[in-house]
């Protein structure tokens, strides 16, 4: 194992160290997260027709973004992990909307 | 010394000995191994069902057995096909044995996770042969487990999918193996554009089984709930859609057959260069087009829906992307006929059955375009048509595929060569049987005789007769090839290290390899593909 | 055999398993989201059965208890055992506030007549029926990963408790917590859809 060189962009065996998160900043994302809670459930007593549903996603797609970069470190997470979910997320639209080129237009 | 003690006599973990050596292995060429035996067991199984159902199917009226028992064959050969052989088939096999050493390491990175893929994967077998058995025996609803009739069936529906189910997660839980594997555990000096196009094309594979398979566990998982607690999600008296299932079925059943042949596709960029002593065609292209195919082949699932009743807007734009998929593909056959171009071919099975692969594949691929253009489609919906397009591309494309790899790497994983004339024989044997057997069909199916029926009109006899006969003769070319790797083990003529000239990792390495493949840190080449060494001997 | 444990690929193996946890649940929120189109009136009337407030006491304690386990991590790395012991034996009781509220619902709702294949829902409104099928499937499946999860969380609180997950060591709490996140991530969506669709 000596003396071979290293491919370009291969991390050193130092990219384990995770990033810590304080107490502090989680909880502030938790309190974020508690808010808008609070928001989705008081917007739900509100009439808006229509746009309750997509209010309520956008708020849920919020929240979970949230977790998923704090709680799940996504933010810290290298290239592999990133676009792979991302490419996940993807995938889930399309089968969700693809499926509305059927069910939409009947 | 050591290191030219191979796997067989080293097990992993050490001090495992007999049975156990085999059953609580670590080592990725074992459990290669241990796949071939099961699947070669369901394939055999499968086949010989196959021709039972075509030759019922020679004479009009019965033959050799009734409707009923003909609808549970019919499903039997499509649901031990598909999920026991078709998808595990090369990954678990080829892929275990050879993704590891082709990127020069010492074993996939969830070694244990292996074994448990492994342990799945016969699970699943043994639930689907007790489904055979059990109660009201085997399911005639077709190996697509279409509602209502899926739901509604007495027989045993739930044990079979629940076998599929099973399946699924040893598939997926390989992808994940691979993905990580490839990822972490490359030899350090190998780049992305270094690896090997097997490699590539199991990376790709690999994302299609990790992403799709849970939809069609999720879709198996309902099936068993309405069976049980009928809900309704898929009863229009109470509310549901059957074709919400169509779509989550297929949404998985699409991408499937691409898990099917892009390994198939990697094994034949594999052997080409090497019996063409020249340089792949294209290696960009063809690392390009398998990921396109695998992200495109997600789009296109509502082409087996064209008749079903959906939207007239999806019934266009599912047409419309349909023939999109068909262009990386197209690249892929480009880059394997040019990459023979000047080259200096030495006709071995491995090749023979490569050639065989791209002329069958093309056919298959052509009357897809016909499948997938909606007009046309509604015409041949549901007939023989679509029966014979599917077997050109999933047989004479993957199968053959399949048969090559088995060819083509035989001498590694076992450190013995077979009759290589005997081989070929074979292969033509396997070839003129399969276009006797298959070509017919796509005439009955244009002429309007339909599929998964046990009986048909007058005009249809002579067709089925002559794919009757054309059955035989590709099943004994499929027997004397098996027998001929068989009588392999009795004549026991060694193997070297690279009988082929190959280039790639496997070829530098013993055959067959030592437990931990490399015996000393192996050289990687700039391009995989580099046949200037090979040429100069 | 390389002796380093290459923790990255362990995690790299773990989204990869999330990824096809999202698209089993995927599956279910593709039929929600066609029969919504289908029957948005019926989704309101049935939406307005379930009770907003155990909704949202149960979302307040899945979020908490992620809060929690990723709190345990942040534990773990500083060597505070005692705190990161602590923080997930609290998370396991949220996942235990959790399954009980769901039991207390679902026990409601089947005193109520309604359930899979009951009267009410078979002779009342095909939309309402279809709400209720995807309610309990969705929440049933849903339940089932909160139960798979506190395994994991209570297998991580031991390996804590023999000291083989420690601050050098964490890939099994780190996953776990990846695990339990995800099941917070689907309750997140499953929330508004059913209980605030009204």
């Given at each position: 194992m000596k003396n071979v060189p290293l491919r370009k962009n291969?991390?050193?065996?130092?990219?384990?160290t995770h990033h810590v998160l304080s107490y502090g900043q989680l909880g502030a994302v938790l309190a974020v997260l508690l808010t808008l809670t609070g928001i989705t459930v008081g917007v739900?007593?509100?009439?808006?027709?229509?746009?309750n549903v997509p209010v309520a996603l956008a708020i849920a797609c919020t929240k979970v973004t949230f977790v998923l970069l704090f709680f799940m470190h996504l933010k810290y997470e290298g290239p592999i992990i990133v676009i792979s979910f991302l490419s996940t997320v993807a995938f889930l639209m399309i089968m969700i909307g693809f499926t509305f080129w059927d069910v939409a237009f009947r | 010394m050591t290191a030219s003690v191979s796997f067989y006599h080293t097990p992993a973990p050490p001090g495992l000995t007999g049975i156990k050596a085999w059953l609580l292995t670590h080592d990725h060429k074992r459990l290669g191994l241990m796949y071939l035996v099961a699947i070669l067991f369901w394939f055999i199984l499968a086949m010989f069902v196959g021709l039972l159902l075509r030759t019922e199917l020679?004479?009009?009226?019965?033959?050799?057995?009734?409707p009923e028992m003909y609808n549970a064959m019919f499903t039997l050969h499509g649901v031990v096909m598909v999920f026991?052989?078709?998808?595990?088939?090369i990954p678990a096999i080829f892929g275990n044995f050879f993704l590891p050493i082709q990127l020069g390491a010492?074993?996939?990175?969830?070694p244990r996770l292996n074994l448990f893929s492994w342990y799945l994967f016969m699970l699943g077998g043994l639930v689907a042969v007790i489904s055979l058995f059990a109660?009201?025996?085997?399911?005639?609803?077709?190996?697509?487990?279409?509602?209502p009739f899926s739901i509604q069936n007495t027989a045993n529906v739930g044990l079979t999918v629940t076998a599929a189910f099973i399946l699924g997660m040893s598939s997926m839980l390989t992808g994940l193996n691979f993905v990580t594997t490839f990822h972490?555990?490359?030899?350090?000096?190998?780049g992305l554009m270094q690896i090997p196009l097997f490699t590539w094309s199991l990376y790709a594979t690999a994302w299609v089984q990790i992403l799709a398979t849970p939809v069609i566990s999720i879709t198996l998982v309902l099936v068993v709930v309405e069976r049980f607690?009928?809900?309704?999600?898929?009863?229009p008296d109470k509310g549901g859609d059957p074709l919400l299932y169509q779509h989550m079925f297929w949404m998985y059943s699409h991408p499937a057959v691409y898990i099917m042949i892009l390994p198939g596709m990697g094994v034949i960029s594999e052997i080409i260069p090497v019996f063409s002593r020249k340089s792949i065609f294209g290696y960009r292209a063809i690392v390009w087009s398998s990921m396109a195919i695998a992200i495109a082949g997600s789009?296109?699932?509502?082409?087996?829906?064209?008749?079903?009743?959906?939207?007239d807007v999806s019934v266009f734009v599912f047409s419309l992307l349909t023939f999109l998929v068909a262009v990386p593909s197209a690249v892929k056959v480009f880059s394997w006929v040019a990459t023979m171009y000047k080259g200096s071919i030495e006709l071995t099975p491995p090749l023979l059955f490569s050639l065989l692969f791209i002329y069958l594949f093309s056919v298959g691929g052509l009357t897809g375009l016909v499948l997938g253009a909606a007009g046309t489609d509604i015409h041949v919906?549901?007939?023989h048509f679509v029966v014979a397009h599917f077997h050109f591309v999933m047989f004479g494309g993957t199968g053959f595929a399949f048969f090559a790899a088995l060819h083509y790497w035989w001498p590694k994983m076992f450190g013995i060569m077979y009759n290589l004339r005997t081989a070929n024989i074979a292969a033509v044997l396997t070839g003129v049987g399969f276009i006797f057997h298959y070509i017919p069909m796509l005439i009955l199916g244009l002429q309007g005789m339909p599929r998964r029926y046990y009986d048909y009109l007058p005009q249809f006899e002579t067709g089925n007769f002559l794919a009757g006969f054309g059955a035989y003769v590709m099943v004994s070319g499929i027997v004397l090839m098996f027998v001929n790797l068989a009588m392999s083990f009795k004549k026991r003529i060694p193997a070297s290290a690279d009988p082929w000239g190959g280039?790639?990792?496997?070829?530098?390495?013993?055959?067959?390899?030592p437990v931990h493949n490399f015996p000393e840190k192996p050289e990687i080449m700039d391009?995989?593909?580099?046949?200037s060494g090979v040429v100069k001997k | 055999m390389s002796a380093r444990i290459d923790e990255t690929g362990i995690k790299i193996g773990m989204w990869l398993f999330l990824y096809s946890e999202i698209i089993l649940f995927g599956g279910l929120f593709v039929l929600y989201a066609a029969y919504f189109h289908r029957y948005p009136e019926q989704f309101a009337v049935g939406g307005k059965e379930l009770n907003r407030i155990i909704g949202s006491i149960n979302t307040v304690v899945l979020l908490v208890s992620s809060f929690a386990v990723a709190a345990s991590i942040t534990a773990i790395q500083r060597d505070a055992r005692k705190h990161t012991i602590g923080l997930l034996l609290f998370s396991l009781c949220c996942g235990c506030i959790f399954l009980v509220n769901k039991y207390f619902e679902w026990g409601a709702k089947i005193h109520h007549d309604?359930?899979?294949?009951s009267d009410t829902l078979v002779n009342g409104e095909p939309g309402v029926n279809i709400f209720f099928g995807l309610y309990y499937v969705i929440t049933g499946l849903h339940g089932l990963h909160v139960i798979i999860g506190m395994i994991l969380l209570s297998i991580s609180l031991v390996l804590v408790l023999m000291g083989k997950v420690n601050k050098s060591r964490f890939a099994m709490l780190d996953n776990s917590g990846l695990y339990w996140h995800l099941v917070d991530l689907i309750w997140i969506f499953v929330f508004p859809l059913f209980y605030l669709v009204l």
């Open positions: 291969v991390m050193t065996d130092h990219e384990d739900s007593y509100v009439h808006l027709g229509f746009f | 020679m004479t009009q009226g019965r033959t050799i057995m009734g026991l052989f078709m998808i595990p088939g010492d074993d996939v990175f969830f109660g009201e025996g085997f399911p005639d609803t077709g190996w697509t487990f279409y509602v972490r555990m490359r030899d350090k000096r190998m607690l009928h809900i309704g999600l898929f009863d789009l296109v699932w509502a082409h087996h829906m064209y008749t079903s009743g959906m939207s919906h549901d007939t280039t790639t990792l496997e070829w530098k390495v013993p055959s067959p390899p391009f995989p593909y580099d046949f | 309604i359930f899979p294949n």
